[in-house]
């Protein structure tokens, strides 16, 4: 595994996929009952944007630095507000220096209560998580192949939770490899929240992987998609999205309300754009 998440922090991808894992915990938190989130590909939970590796993309400018300081509608930045507001508690008022990774943003969100798994293989990005992390209570680095935590993390005792879902995409396959690992934690963990993220650089092939998700039968889903710009050789990812199982019922609502601003302030030409669709059902 030799994939390192530094190089793409902060970016446009991680917006859209903080953004919506900052308002399911919202949602959860509504509750009194615990819930458990676990990451399977957890990262090393906060990365240094001043840093080598993110100076070598920039990709975070395009992202979290065009979105921090934006001029959003009242409605928009109310949405908009547990994401934004954890960065700047992690950054204080001056520039983005520091990005939270989705175990970090989770865990600033969620109550003493709530137990926080992350899951992180590669051996220094999992040092680095744990160090993140050893002043959180409840909360617990693993350091299995993710393919195989989901099946020893789930079920959890609270029965109330989300699985964050987000590969490397690494290997050729690893669209069939989700859409098993989404089977098997279905058969364990039904009533969860999935959470899961795929960027798009083949859309016959992101189609079909959001098509045999469907096929599981779970009954209510969400499909979200982020497009900056029109793609072209040398670009790099220009377009991504993140399938939801089982999402709060206010979310497509809410997303419909955020989305607009995200592709008004992160699009880089013509063609950005979004879609918030139910496979297998009404968009």
Same mark, same amino acid.
């Given at each position: 595994m030799n994939y390192r998440h530094v190089y793409h922090a902060g970016n446009f991808a991680d917006v859209l996929k903080h953004v919506i894992l900052a308002r399911i915990v919202t949602y959860l938190k509504l509750k009194p009952q615990p819930f458990r989130v676990i990451d399977l590909h957890a990262g090393a939970g906060l990365y240094d944007l001043t840093g080598e590796e993110a100076g070598k993309t920039g990709e975070w400018r395009d992202g979290i630095g065009r979105l921090r300081d934006a001029d959003l509608e009242p409605g928009v930045r109310e949405l908009l507000a547990p994401y934004l507001d954890t960065i700047s508690a992690i950054n204080g008022e001056g520039a983005v220096k520091f990005y939270p990774g989705s175990p970090?943003? &989770?865990?600033?969100?969620?109550?003493?209560?709530?137990?926080?798994? &992350?899951?992180?293989? #590669?051996?220094?990005? &999992?040092?680095?998580?744990? =160090?993140?992390?050893?002043? #959180?209570?409840? =909360?617990?680095?693993?350091?299995l192949d993710a393919w195989t935590a989901i099946k020893a993390l789930l079920p959890p005792p609270e029965r109330r939770g989300i699985v964050l879902i987000d590969p490397p995409f690494e290997q050729p396959d690893e669209f069939e490899r989700m859409t098993d690992a989404i089977k098997a934690g279905l058969q364990r963990f039904a009533s969860a929240v999935y959470i899961v993220w795929y960027p798009i650089k083949n859309v016959i092939a992101a189609n079909d992987m959001v098509d045999a998700v469907t096929r599981l039968g779970c009954p209510k889903m969400l499909d979200v998609r982020l497009k900056i710009a029109e793609p072209f050789p040398g670009l790099g990812l220009t377009e991504t999205g993140v399938l939801l199982l089982n999402p709060p019922f206010s979310l497509k609502d809410e997303l419909n309300l955020v989305m607009p601003a995200l592709a008004a302030r992160l699009g880089q030409d013509r063609g950005a754009a979004f879609t918030v669709a139910e496979p297998g059902g009404n968009d």
């Open positions: 970090l943003l &989770a865990r600033a969100l969620m109550r003493d209560c709530d137990t926080l798994v &992350a899951n992180e293989l #590669h051996p220094d990005d &999992a040092m680095a998580l744990k =160090s993140a992390l050893r002043r #959180h209570e409840a =909360s617990k680095v693993t350091t």
